[in-house]
């Protein structure tokens, strides 16, 4: 009884699923999802600004639900509000306590308005489910094209404040003291975690996008104190993830969102298990 049940969802046609248009395109825009979430997780660890990631998955909702209300693409409506919430928690929050209040904020003006437009909605159920869970298997290329280019400019701007961004994000009031400029930084950093959202949200959902954006980052940091090395490895896990995920949705006929998520997280509870067994070994060797 047991085996038919773990055998109920596998699919003999695997191999032309995973080879098929569709799956292409999941796998290379969850790949470009993956990189972005690479590159801006280790500073959402590093500033404290998990909530404020976790905060403008949701404030997007209601901007991709207005968005299907006026007949406007949904990436959209949902960009325009992750982004737009951005900079006002930027703008309003230098210090970590501050941003908290206004990430706060944001998110229940964001909310009330989510909860005004589905009650005007009559036939957006299934926008709703996608973007509370993602739907990475019907990216088109059109995504593909935006995934492209909104990749690209996060790279080059991560590039060009990498070292402000990261004295800043260590050290504010110092950074502040020799000139840098905390606020900007602040606000153009919120801007590019937006936009990495964007694009998360519409891979896994905003009910699990946590686990991409901000899980693979927070394995990393365990494993290295080392910026640039624990972005790489940050990198890596959301790739692989994303390549091992997709694959294993196909081979079970597994919802992609769910396996990725998965991944991500047992790739964190492992490397979490290991630290502590190792901090307990040491403790007990001295």
Not at 146 to 156: E, W
Request: hydrophobic share 60%; glycine share 8%; charged share 5%.
């Amino acid at each position: 009884m047991r085996t038919d049940l773990l055998a109920l969802g596998y699919q003999h046609n695997w191999w032309q699923i995973l080879t098929s248009a569709f799956m292409r395109n999941a796998l290379i825009g969850g790949t470009l999802v993956a990189l972005a979430a690479g590159l801006i997780g280790y500073f959402i660890i590093v500033r404290n600004t998990a909530f404020a990631a976790h905060a403008l998955a949701h404030i997007g909702l209601p901007g991709a639900t207005g968005a299907a209300l006026l007949g406007l693409p949904v990436g959209l409506g949902l960009g325009v509000f992750c982004i737009g919430g951005a900079v006002v928690i930027g703008a309003l929050g230098k210090r970590a306590a501050d941003r908290e209040v206004a990430t706060g904020t944001v998110l229940a003006l964001a909310t009330g308005f989510g909860l005004f437009f589905n009650s005007l909605a009559t036939k957006n159920t299934s926008t709703l489910t996608n973007v509370l869970f993602g739907n990475l298997l019907a990216i088109t290329q059109d995504q593909l094209l935006t995934f492209t280019a909104l990749l690209v400019v996060l790279a080059v701007a991560m590039a060009f404040v990498y070292r402000p961004l990261l004295f800043a994000s260590v050290n504010a009031q110092v950074a502040e003291a020799k000139g840098v400029p905390v606020r900007a930084l602040s606000v153009l950093f919120m801007v590019l975690l937006g936009v990495a959202i964007t694009m998360a949200v519409q891979a896994v959902g905003t009910l699990l996008l946590f686990a991409l954006v901000v899980t693979p980052a927070a394995t990393a940091i365990m494993l290295t104190a080392e910026p640039l090395t624990a972005m790489a490895i940050s990198t890596v896990i959301s790739v692989v993830s994303v390549w091992i995920g997709l694959a294993v949705s196909a081979i079970f006929n597994m919802p992609p969102s769910f396996v990725i998520v998965t991944i991500a997280c047992v790739f964190w509870f492992v490397v979490w298990a290991a630290q502590r067994a190792t901090n307990s070994a040491v403790v007990s060797i001295h």
